[in-house]
């Protein structure tokens, strides 16, 4: 039988969190809430829904290819970052079908079998799957109190080493590096490495400290910055995120981006979203009181620590003699998804209002309380 090559057969596939749907169909109940995957649980503006029908109503557009360059998305992103003061320009823009595209992209673009990237764990594992999926050896090295080690990553760091990975905000932890180690760790890394900025959760942050990581962009740094419509905008499905970087590094990542890689339908959505900012503040008000709510109940419950966080999720360390496994299952039967992530933590999406206090519910059940 044909086989896959060697360093392919290595990597373990992505677990997606639940989808609601088949964990009704198993357990055999209803209105189960997930909070495993952080997405959005208020969705879109409804303007956003309207542009979609609009454009579904046109059998002969929904018939065409969508726009390869995406140019009506760039031009809205462009007068996005202008109202921020940043000049960008198409040319500095690539659009991925999702964020996770993008990563792939640039795995593709510039490593060979043999060279290594450098990323934390626990982090975004799709890192390491890209990587391991082009022959490429992932160097992982263990956050620091909870956050990346950047010293640490720093020695790790050799002359294969072609990407180096930055979650920031990291997923599972939703914890950031501040702005003063962050400069550090750019000016100490050494030519002709790629810096992959994953902000992924950017619309969330409030803390200060956070790191501006546009500046090093426009300094002219090998540096690679993604954002996603998946969260804070509520897109997920329609699968759209978008790369910045210096024009020479598009240009070169454009060169294995498939023609028409992100679909009409997300450019579209993701268009109006970003126009939408009353819609955006609401999301992020909903999910600061939801953060608040969860923050109040968990302090309550004993034994337990959790991670005050800069996203839309909470990572939650239970208590010494119980398992990430026996808890998701718990949770699972009383109707509520989480996601595992480590032998005893688990991650937990801020949800609406009733979301977040069925989650509160089904766990201090679990603790015993
Ligand atoms: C840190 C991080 N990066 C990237 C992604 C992928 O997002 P997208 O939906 O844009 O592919 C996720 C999704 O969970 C994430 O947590």
Redesign the pocket.
């Known amino acids: 039988m044909v086989k896959a090559l060697p360093y392919v057969q290595k990597i373990q596939p992505y677990i997606p969190g639940k989808p609601i749907k088949e964990v009704e169909r198993e357990l055999g109940i209803k209105e189960c809430v997930k909070l495993a ?2 997405e959005n649980p208020i969705g879109p503006s409804l303007k956003v829904i309207k542009a979609i029908k609009d454009f579904l109503s046109i059998p002969s557009e929904v018939a065409r290819y969508p726009e390869g360059s995406g140019y009506y998305l760039k031009n809205a992103l462009c007068e996005m970052f202008a109202k921020k003061g940043i000049d960008l320009t198409h040319d500095e823009i690539i659009l991925g079908n ?4 993008l ?1 792939d992209i640039a795995v593709r673009t510039y490593v060979a079998p043999g060279d290594e990237a450098v990323m934390a764990n626990p982090s ?1 594992i ?1 890192y390491a799957m890209s990587i391991t999926s082009q022959g490429g050896i992932a160097k992982e090295v263990p956050l620091k109190e909870w956050r990346h080690d950047l010293e640490g990553m720093l020695n790790e760091i050799t002359d294969k080493t072609r990407i180096v990975f930055i ?1 920031n905000p990291n ?1 599972p932890t939703g914890t950031i590096n501040y702005k003063d180690e962050f400069d550090k760790f750019i000016r100490t890394l050494p030519e002709g490495i790629l810096i992959i900025v ?1 902000e ?2 950017y619309e969330y942050v409030t803390d200060k400290e956070y790191p501006d990581s546009l500046k090093y962009f426009k300094e002219g740094k090998d540096i690679l910055i ?1 954002r ?3 969260k804070a905008y509520g897109l ?1 499905s329609l ?1 759209i ?1 978008y790369g910045i970087a210096k024009k020479e590094i598009i240009s070169e990542m454009n060169r294995i981006r498939e023609p028409f890689n992100t679909n009409t339908i997300a450019q579209i959505a993701a268009e109006v979203a970003l126009k939408d900012e009353k819609h955006l503040k609401k999301v992020l008000e909903t999910n600061e009181r939801g953060k608040k709510y969860l923050y109040k109940e968990l302090e309550k419950i004993p034994n337990i620590k959790f991670l005050p966080t800069q996203t839309n999720f909470i990572y939650i360390v239970l208590p010494e003699n119980t398992t990430s496994k026996e808890a998701f299952d718990f949770l699972l039967k009383e109707g509520v998804i989480v996601r595992p992530v480590g032998p005893r933590h688990i991650r937990v999406t801020i949800g609406l209002p009733k979301e977040n206090r069925e989650f509160i519910k089904a766990f201090k059940k679990y603790l015993g309380g």
Request: net charge negative; proline share 0%.
């Open positions: 995957s952080n999702g964020s996770n595209e990563i975004f799709v979650a997923n994953d992924a959760y993604l996603t419509f998946s997920a699968r995120g």
